[in-house]
């Protein structure tokens, strides 16, 4: 139907477009921006920036654009360290750096490797299965936009207490929703992390990672340069969901009095989207792109408005060219909406034939919304009145800015002073041993594999690594076998009682399981989970971390590349443990020298690399066994960690390790049994002599969570080269056992002179929590 | 059916949402034989020896998986040259299809626990005489000959690409499989390869399976677990003449050391898959 063809009812049953022209002459209109999460400094700067008052769509754009979720007008000040604190040498291997779509890393032969991780809290604590779906489609299109393959995902997911009710309905869920997404995407997801802990109970965390590879002149860029280049949305139509989703969800704190939030989560589509990675692929490949944007968090406002800002700068857009999936939306409606699988293109007049041609191969459909001005400003029409007059970067780059009172919290002196020094230690073998197995089948400590069965980890043939090991692995090129690892960690207890050293204990631990896999660490991406920015004790933890995590990469010489902020994690007044969740990205030249977490072979002697001090504080051990949490973490040496890193990388290319297992959370113990679990091999562990050398007890030999310590397991012909590479780099390293079968089969954790568990029995004790309280697993 | 000359062709089909596309090419090179391209959208067979429907979700497993694939364009062609004798594969997702254009019986449905299924799982090849599976009776047969010469797996350090040739991939499969060929009951294969799917689960009716059975029509099945609530433990099947296999588990994801299954002499260097794709070479070169 065209306008002509309208009738007179139809045009006078619609109401009045609030359109420049229309604000100009009604400046004293009240508009509902306290209701779009805008405070009355903002609006009223709003009105400042545009000499007059919003129109109802402009209005709309600002509130989303300038929401925390999008702005990080909260946490700007703080995150610029990263940049600050990134040395020519550390850049020496950036491609791409903050701020655009996702990080570019140079991973040598003409390779380049993008990877990011970002939030999707909110939206999966309302509707589990969709937030946390569109979570991976969200970050699976940031990738595509940097002109990547997407080639792998993985999760970072805290659900409440295991024993509480609710928590299955949030875990099912959002594990139903990764699965039916990545799979459908043909992802695989290779790793991740999943912890249970009360004070997720009422605010979920649903982290999701994807990494993508690309050859170095594949790189796009999101800006729109080019006067008289075509701007044009292609991929799903444009509906009704996740409306005002950055602004309304993502921003602010849930109430429990408050009206139901659903209809701001999007809803996902992963066959739209896995047709959408391979025509963008096509497009790429046949050179039909200058610019292009995901659409993500507020839509049609934020892709317009960045794409003008980071280009030319002027943009002229018929908004009436989107096509709906919904035609009773109005036009705030459709510039806010966060409806999933839209991508917006900048393409030359010249090759927009072509470009069409291949999208309508791929069956996508396309409109043409408008081109690039250069006039400096993004306008917008609607049924032919201009409701959008703005300069982009007032929406896009130059919104608030908060330096948010900061307060340190009198109570974590108490806390801290609260160690675990007087938690009572088990009196004799027996009771370790049911410690050791308590442990094992916490819910933290578990095996994930009720998860992770539900995960495609084989689709596109190059997984050279997955979970259970301490990172995964892709081959990048199946000719030179150059590959990358990954890994994430973050430890909210630790942060919890010390939010600097709780952050560089995260950085510690993912830099070392990409470090075990023989892989060279070499950039780093974080998404930051804080509560409220408005509370001022949250203000500090943020601060700290950030400051934290800023110096940790300074001072191990791998640049963050890109990341995301989710504040307002809380329900009610009390806030989550602080938790930053860092992802470490390592290089490695052969994933055919990759190693494994866990013993291969018996008869291999078993090392453990690193001094183990009495660090129960914050532990798995007090958690678990003592529910306590108090005191301070374990001191974090990231000059050890490197060195330590440079050792491991050395014993794989020399192809010195059998095997090769972070110690972290759960300790000695934990580490042993994992790997005696990863494939069924048993060993015999003595530890007289680590107590000994170290002055510790037996406690301590098996839950302390001392850092830069791992297993390793050595085949006995390369003994010699191993004493001697740790000799050469002084690095402490002590033989506390041997691998073994066991005899007529029946491998076993051997703790000489204290205990023997059998493998059976660490196999039910292991993997029998998740479907005990989730449902049997599958087989 | 011969070939002219040179390696043959082998058709790897590609409809919206497959997803498995490129791994079952890079399965066809890995043998020696050369992987096409086809598309969805038109009738072109563009002259190939054999086809291969691969796994995924195409069209989003809308309706229900495989039914708006198996009406594709190029589905006309398949199905034609399939009953003129062409060996069609499909995995998976292509299963789906081809039981949905009727060449081949039964159906699959939502699995019995209702969860997406990821694993290693242990089959028994029950038919090696078709064009499909032909090449496990020979991995049989070069394994019992190889067995006790010391022929080492090659492990961790064999990772290699591409560039394996077909031969060598073969006598690979005989060396370093553990579990391989290890029936002593009944002498079928028996091999270790990737499930993984949220559709699995096989049916068909009592005279059908009755049928299947009773003509040794079942290609493969499940052992240990049943991992998708399959009839009879059925994973795989093919037609009377043989020429057209379907089967849930992934062949294609166990065809290179260091990317396949764990197995017991080394992480991830399962490559019991690769037999499959050899039996194709086979039935299609001159004998």
């Keep these: ?291 292009i944007q995901d659409l993500g968090a507020a839509g049609i406002s934020c892709a317009t408005s960045e794409l003008a800002s980071n280009g030319d700068g002027g943009m002229y857009i018929e908004l009436d060219k989107v096509l709906l999936r919904d035609p009773s939306l109005n036009a705030e409606e459709i510039l806010m909406s966060e409806s999933q699988e839209r991508m917006m293109a900048v393409v030359q007049p010249s090759k927009l034939d072509a470009f069409l041609a291949v999208v309508a191969k791929w069956d996508v459909e396309t409109s043409v919304l408008g081109e690039v001005t250069d006039t400096g400003r993004l306008i917008i029409d609607w049924r032919g009145e201009q409701i959008v007059n703005v300069e982009p970067r007032t929406v896009a780059v130059d919104g608030p800015v908060y330096d948010r009172p900061v307060e340190y919290p009198t109570w974590i002196d108490k806390l801290q002073a609260d160690n675990a020094l007087s938690l009572p230690r088990a009196s004799d073998a027996g009771e370790l041993k049911a410690q050791v197995l308590t442990l094992l089948g916490s819910a933290n400590l578990a095996s994930k594999s009720w998860i992770t069965d539900q995960y495609d980890r084989y689709v596109m043939g190059n997984t050279a690594l997955s979970f259970p090991d301490d990172g995964g692995m892709i081959r990048v090129d199946e000719e030179s076998g150059l590959g990358f690892a990954i890994a994430t960690d973050a430890n909210g207890r630790y942060c919890q009682l010390d939010p600097y050293f709780g952050a560089q204990l995260a950085l510690a631990e993912a830099y070392r399981n990409v470090a075990v896999t023989g892989a060279v660490p070499v950039a780093v991406t974080d998404c930051l989970n804080f509560g409220s920015p408005e509370n001022p004790e949250v203000m500090w933890q943020f601060s700290q971390a950030v400051a934290g995590l800023s110096d940790g990469c300074l001072e191990l010489e791998i640049p963050v590349t890109g990341g995301n902020v989710s504040f307002y994690n809380q329900t009610g007044g009390a806030p989550i443990h602080p938790t930053p969740v860092v992802g470490v990205l390592g290089v490695i030249d052969d994933v055919a020298r990759r190693v494994p977490s866990g013993w291969q072979d018996e008869g291999n002697n078993i090392y453990l690399l690193g001094i183990t001090r009495e660090e129960l504080d914050g532990s798995a051990w007090a958690g678990t066994i003592h529910d306590h949490l108090g005191g301070r973490p374990p001191i974090v040496d990231l000059a050890r960690e490197a060195a330590l890193a440079g050792l491991l990388h050395a014993g794989a290319m020399q192809g010195l390790l059998a095997s090769a297992h972070d110690l972290s959370d759960g300790g000695l113990a934990e580490a042993l049994a994992e790997a005696v679990l990863r494939f069924g091999v048993g060993a015999r562990v003595w530890l007289d002599e680590l107590m000994l050398r170290d002055g510790i007890d037996l406690t301590t030999a098996l839950f302390s969570e001392s850092t830069g310590r791992v297993i390793v397991s050595v085949p006995r012909e390369d003994d010699v080269k191993f004493m001697g590479l740790c000799e050469g780099r002084d690095y402490p390293v002590l033989r506390i056992g041997v691998t073994d079968s066991g005899s007529d089969g029946a491998a076993a954790l051997d703790i000489q002179g204290q205990f023997v568990i059998g493998l059976d029995e660490l196999h039910a004790t292991h993997r029998g929590t998740l479907p005990a309280r989730f449902g049997a697993a599958a087989v | 059916m011969g070939v002219a000359s040179g390696a043959p062709r082998v058709g790897v089909v590609t409809f919206p949402g497959s997803l498995d596309d490129r791994d079952a090419a890079r399965a066809v090179r890995l043998v020696g034989a050369t992987a096409v391209p086809l598309w969805h959208g038109t009738h ?244």
């Excluded at chain 1, 002109?147 to 869920?173: K, S």
């Excluded at chain 2, 694939?69 to 009953?83: F, G, K, R």
């Excluded at chain 2, 010469?149 to 370093?176: K, N, Q």
């Design chain 1, 1 to 291: 139907m065209s306008d002509t063809a309208e009738t007179a009812a139809e045009t006078a049953a619609r109401p009045v477009v609030d359109s420049v022209e229309v604000a100009m002459a009604t400046p004293d209109k009240e508009q509902p921006y306290a209701a779009l999460g805008l405070k009355p400094d903002e609006y009223a700067r709003i009105r400042e920036i545009l000499g007059r008052r919003p129109t109802s769509g402009e209005l709309a754009m600002y509130s989303v654009m300038w929401s925390e979720h999008c702005s990080y007008k909260s946490s700007k000040i703080y995150l610029r360290q990263f940049g600050s604190k990134t040395t020519e040498k550390m850049r020496k291997n950036l491609m791409v750096g903050i701020g655009e779509n996702a990080g570019v890393v140079d991973v040598g032969e003409g390779w380049a490797v993008t990877f990011k991780v970002e939030s999707h809290n909110h939206p999966s604590y309302i509707e589990p299965f969709q937030g946390a779906a569109t979570g991976v489609g969200g970050i699976v299109r940031d990738i595509i936009s940097m002109g990547a393959r997407p080639v792998a995902v993985m999760d970072q997911l805290r659900f409440g207490d295991i024993d509480n009710p609710d928590t299955a309905r949030v875990v099912h869920g959002v594990v139903g929703g990764i699965s039916f997404y990545a799979n459908c995407l043909g992802l695989p997801n290779i790793g991740g992390e999943t912890y249970f802990d009360s004070v997720y109970q009422g605010n979920p965390l649903v982290n999701a990672l994807a990494v993508g590879v690309l050859r170095h002149e594949d790189i796009h860029l999101a800006n729109a340069s080019g006067a008289g280049n075509k701007v044009v949305l292609f991929g799903a139509r444009t509906g009704g969901d996740g409306i005002g989703g950055a602004s309304i969800l993502a921003s602010d704190t849930f109430d429990a009095k408050g009206p139901t939030k659903r209809p701001a989560v999007q809803v996902g589509d992963p066959f739209a989207e896995k047709v959408l990675i391979e025509c963008c692929l096509e497009l790429f490949r046949e050179k039909l792109v200058e610019g």
């Design chain 2, 44 to 287: 072109d067979l563009e002259g190939v020896d054999a086809i291969i429907l691969p796994g995924g979700f195409s069209y989003g497993d809308y309706l229900r998986a495989g039914a708006i694939a198996s009406l594709s364009p190029i589905m006309a062609e398949v199905v034609t040259a399939a009953e003129a004798g062409m060996p069609v594969l499909g995995i998976c997702n292509g299963f789906q299809m081809l039981t949905e254009a009727h060449l081949l019986p039964g159906g699959l449905i939502r699995n019995d626990h209702g969860n997406f299924i990821c694993r290693d799982q242990r089959l028994r090849v029950e038919n090696t005489s078709t064009a499909w599976t032909s090449g496990y009776a020979a991995a049989a047969r070069d394994r019992a000959a190889l067995a006790g010469t010391g022929d080492g797996p090659g492990g961790s350090g064999a990772a290699g690409g591409p560039g394996a040739s077909g031969t060598a991939g073969r006598s690979g499969t005989a060396s370093a499989t553990g579990d391989f060929a290890s029936s002593a009951a009944s002498g079928a294969p028996e091999i270790t390869i990737p499930l993984k799917n949220g559709e699995g689960g096989y049916i068909a009716s009592a005279e059908t399976i009755a049928r299947l059975e009773g003509e040794g029509l079942v290609a493969f099945r499940y052992l240990d677990v049943n991992p998708n609530g399959s009839m009879n433990d059925i994973a795989g099947v093919t037609n009377a003449r043989g020429n057209v296999v379907g089967l849930m588990p992934h062949p294609e994801h166990a065809v290179e050391p260091g990317f396949g299954p764990d197995t017991a002499l080394a992480m991830r260097s399962g490559i019991d898959g690769l037999p499959l794709f050899a039996s194709l070479l086979a039935s299609l070169l001159p004998a």
